[in-house]
């Protein structure tokens, strides 16, 4: 039986409520020409890192006959406040665990079977080390044809010391995004196919973020965004 699109990724993504959609990051244009490929087929999905679980709901409507397995830490969530994990699905699975454990592999294992990933998106840690850890850990469990997705990684291989300087969260945590980790993570991937994606510059007028008395002053995360500094993606196939 031929199925028939009826909605995009974007759509699912704001219709879940997902900051990879509209709210934010648009990361759709990056995953949709990968995605649409194999978006009726029967695979399984790995995402780390659900937080509310938005991008579980969006990637569970987008792909209708696909498995999608989940971890978290659930440390800002507990799994009892998120709708997809109290609602059985035959379709999706988590693991309250933490991606850089080195035992996590065996621990998915354990609870999934001996299975393989043809995507894997790690929405993690966004710092360097937990994103080379996570690698390490879940990447064996990727098919041969399998794609490894990794969400809002700073480009220090795009960014000069000035650059670097005028961004709070790189001045204000130095050790976790120095250049030294980050080329220890790059070097890391060395036997991959490696596609990096620039997605920080938006539409003129893409309004995100909500206002906070308790954050940023009271302002609005962004307003007006042009520009999100870390609204990168890096793509890891097999050779």
Not at 51 to 57: C, H, N, P, T
Not at 196 to 217: A, F, L, M
Request: include cysteine; glycine fraction near 4%; aromatic fraction near 12%.
């Amino acid at each position: 039986m031929e199925h028939k699109k009826t909605t995009t990724l974007l759509e699912c993504f704001n219709k879940a409520l997902s900051d990879k959609g509209i709210r934010k990051h648009l990361y759709n244009e990056v995953y949709e020409p990968h995605f649409e490929k194999i978006r009726h087929e029967e695979f399984n999905f790995l995402e780390i890192g659900i937080l509310r679980g938005a991008s579980v709901d969006a990637h569970l409507d987008y792909f209708p006959n696909a498995k999608i397995y989940a971890i978290d830490t659930f440390e800002r969530k507990p799994p009892t406040q998120i709708r997809t994990c109290n609602e059985p699905d035959p379709r999706f699975k988590w693991l309250k665990a933490d991606s850089t454990d080195p035992y996590l592999t065996a621990k998915m294992q354990e609870a999934w079977g001996d299975i393989k990933f043809d995507i894997i998106l790690d929405d993690g840690a966004h710092w360097f080390d937990p994103m080379r850890l996570t690698f390490e850990q879940c990447s064996p469990m990727m098919s041969d044809k399998g794609k490894y997705f990794i969400e809002d990684m700073w480009p220090l291989c795009w960014m000069t010391e000035e650059n670097c300087a005028k961004i709070w969260q790189l001045s204000k945590f130095p050790d976790k995004f120095s250049r030294a980790k980050f080329d220890e993570m790059i070097k890391s991937f060395e036997h991959m196919k490696t596609t990096h994606y620039d997605c920080r510059v938006k539409p003129q007028g893409h309004r995100i973020g909500t206002s906070d008395k308790d954050r940023n002053g009271g302002k609005p995360y962004l307003e007006l965004a042009e520009w999100i500094g870390d609204s990168t993606i890096m793509m890891l196939e097999n050779k």
